[in-house]
């Protein structure tokens, strides 16, 4: 069993179940209300003077059972204390209009606490997905530049996803598309080869489109460098390909190094260029004409997308004979669920609108089934401070990069303000906020009620208290209202893993973290861990043990370290 709650849960909403079955038995309530049994509820009260439990099905059943809420309630509590409650529930009461309320028994509490110790790292993970394999596409930011926040945003949202998904049972991994076929790199190349000639004193134009930013300067500079007698002897057309390759490579390996500083490393970096070279995107239009989902029309090639659920046809072939972004995309798309993958998740900017209609049509009229392709939407991100928005970068030249925020932002801090706002949200990223050592940065927050919990166990080992005082502590006389809220929000955990992996949604466990630690700091405040009791001082210590181990967690899962000092 690792999770204590639902369980517990189960285990009253079969009780509810078999009461209201044996009024209906014994003639107590009308048959008609076995028809809604299915809609039963049980809630988790925000006031934790209501009980870890409640279900309002009483006021539910009322119109079908034709009684009032509270005596339904009354006869299904009656029902259920004959029948006994499981081991876990001590007491069901009926509050306002005919709520049903379950308090439960100590018994919750030692459990979870056991719970989260042995299970340890493994705790708040379960086997939900059954291995399904989900591939997550995030970043994939055209070579020409470095990464800039948006893409930082990204990769936060994308490898904490990453990992919320296999904690949940599911086998995913992680993709970066690296788009160097398309017009965007010969654009590169060119601004390139402009640089280079204006280091050599050549007057060489500038192309109109190219990319101004000082870091094509720095690719110049790096290839002169490293191979200037080389291109000297190339011819313009080979010297031009050179300094192309030469300044792809060199801006792929910074986005690399970018973000393995960010501690995200990806399982696989997809060339599309590789992809062309084998043929599949001629293959598939070649297929899609002979299934009759292409028509020919002003000398294009359209695919008849709107048949298969988007709101227009779409262009796969021009008229001068090159291919749309939407035939490779395609052609890549069906190359992941070709490798293995049952559901694809891409992570993609605001300027994506529209993307996930084209692509599910095209995997639609393949016959993958509808929501094989999730699109989520991540908005834009303005950095702060002072209250004031940055301006851009003078290396990138028209945005702030990736690399200039973790100059000045921790990594810690960096990834745990991207997660902690829905993706679909815009982000006012605040940099003071973000450096600053104090309670009011929630990173800090946390990561600092994990050094608390190490530092009470240094203070326990330095007066004489071993670890083998307290791993079996009677922890049953933790009756304290902040010991209680602490073990409730532990128990949670697991629960909150699994929502925010089939939510997509990295913001709900950064939420969770922060709460746990708020939780954490008032019982450290209301409840002297070490003291002359010494059962009392062996139960709380195995209490902070389990808190310790859930902040660790879930710090874990959104890429931040548990510091053990601060």
Not at 218 to 229: I, L, N, Q, S, T
Not at 245 to 252: Q, R, S, V
Not at 407 to 433: G, W
């Amino acid at each position: 069993m690792d999770n204590i709650m639902e369980h517990i849960r189960g285990s009253i909403m079969r009780s509810l179940e078999g009461a209201i079955r044996k009024l209906v038995d014994s003639n107590r309530l009308c048959a008609d209300v076995l028809d809604h049994l299915s809609s039963i509820a049980l809630e988790v009260p925000k006031d934790a003077r209501h009980g870890e439990f409640a279900t309002p099905m009483a006021l539910s059943l009322a119109g079908v059972a034709r009684k009032a809420p509270r005596e339904i309630a009354s006869l299904i509590v009656e029902e259920m204390e004959q029948e006994g409650f499981s081991s876990y529930v001590e007491r069901a009461e009926i509050a306002g209009p005919g709520f049903i309320n379950f308090h439960l028994s100590s018994k919750w509490l030692v459990d979870t606490i056991g719970l989260v110790r042995s299970r340890d790292e493994k705790y708040g993970c379960s086997d939900y997905g059954r291995g399904e394999r989900i591939l997550v596409e995030f970043v994939s930011a055209n070579p020409v530049g470095p990464l800039n926040i948006v893409n930082a945003r990204a990769a936060a949202v994308g490898d904490t996803l990453v990992r919320l998904l296999n904690a949940s049972g599911y086998s995913a991994a992680s993709e970066f598309y690296v788009n160097d076929a398309g017009r965007q790199v010969s654009v590169l190349g060119e601004s390139v080869y402009a640089r280079y000639m204006e280091l050599e004193g050549v007057d060489y134009p500038f192309p109109e489109d190219g990319y101004r930013g000082e870091y094509v300067k720095d690719v110049a500079r790096k290839a002169m460098e490293e191979h200037g007698d080389r291109i000297s002897a190339m011819d313009s057309d080979d010297a031009r390909h050179f300094l192309q390759e030469f300044a792809l490579n060199y801006i792929l390996d910074w986005q690399r190094r970018s973000l393995e500083a960010y501690e995200v490393r990806f399982d696989r970096w997809f060339s599309e260029r590789k992809l062309r070279q084998t043929g599949a995107v001629e293959d598939m239009v070649r297929e899609m004409a002979e299934a009759g989902y292409t028509y020919e029309k002003d000398g294009a090639v359209w695919f008849r997308s709107s048949d298969y659920g988007d709101d227009k046809d779409r262009v796969l072939v021009k008229s001068d004979g090159l291919y749309t972004y939407v035939a490779p995309d395609l052609a890549y798309h069906r190359d992941k669920l070709a490798r293995g993958f049952t559901k694809l998740i891409d992570i993609l900017g605001p300027d994506h609108h529209g993307y996930e209609g084209r692509m599910q049509a095209g995997l639609k009229a393949f016959g993958h089934p509808d929501g094989t392709l999730e699109v989520l939407i991540l908005q834009l991100v303005t950095l702060m401070r002072d209250g004031q928005p940055v301006k851009m970068s003078k290396r990138a030249g028209e945005f702030i990069t990736m690399d200039d925020l973790l100059e000045e932002v921790p990594k810690d801090a960096a990834r745990y303000f991207f997660i902690m706002r829905n993706t679909s949200s815009h982000l006012d990223f605040d940099l003071d906020l973000a450096k600053a050592q104090t309670t009011d940065n929630p990173v800090w927050y946390i990561q600092y009620a994990h050094a608390r919990c190490c530092s009470i166990f240094r203070q326990a080992e330095a007066e004489g208290i071993q670890p083998t005082e307290w791993e079996q502590a009677d922890v049953s006389c933790l009756v304290h209202p902040s010991e209680i809220d602490l073990v409730r929000k532990m128990a949670s955990f697991p629960d909150e893993v699994l929502t925010a992996a089939l939510e997509r949604a990295p913001s709900r466990i950064a939420k969770y973290a922060l709460e746990l630690a708020g939780l954490f700091h008032s019982f450290y405040t209301d409840c002297r861990v070490i003291s002359d009791d010494e059962a009392q001082t062996r139960a709380r210590l195995a209490l902070v043990d389990a808190a310790r181990i859930v902040l660790r967690n879930v710090l874990g899962i959104m890429g931040v370290s548990a510091p053990e000092r601060m």
